[in-house]
């Protein structure tokens, strides 16, 4: 079934850009897709600033575990550790990596 969204509500949806390619994938295989996710935050990668995130992608039907499975990554506060990460989420076969900072951006 098609999904009908206009573009600058998809663009402003948080996460909205990061989950449409797995909604497309989703349809077409069996395959589960992983996300890897990329904060630089120290502790915990699960901060309540990255629910509207997470929330969209429970919103389109995705759950952790069940039929997507999602890589918690932290830099702990050290962004000499992003190419690290990024090339674990390679190693992993990541079908999408989300980052929390531009300077991750860059490096992915």
Not at 46 to 68: A, C, K, M, W
Request: with cysteine; hydrophobic share 40%; aromatic share 10%.
């Amino acid at each position: 079934m098609p999904i009908h969204i206009r573009r600058r509500e998809f663009i402003a949806t948080p996460g909205g850009a990061a989950a449409w390619p797995l909604r497309a994938s989703a349809q077409r295989s069996k395959k589960i897709p992983r996300v890897c996710f990329i904060t630089v935050d120290p502790g915990t990668v699960h901060s309540t600033r990255y629910n509207p995130f997470f929330e969209r992608l429970f919103d389109l039907g995705y759950v952790d575990g069940q039929n997507i499975t999602i890589d918690f990554l932290s830099a702990a506060g050290r962004p000499e550790r992003y190419p690290s990460l990024a090339s674990e989420c390679l190693h992993l076969n990541a079908d999408v990596i989300a980052v929390t900072t531009t300077p991750a951006a860059l490096v992915v």
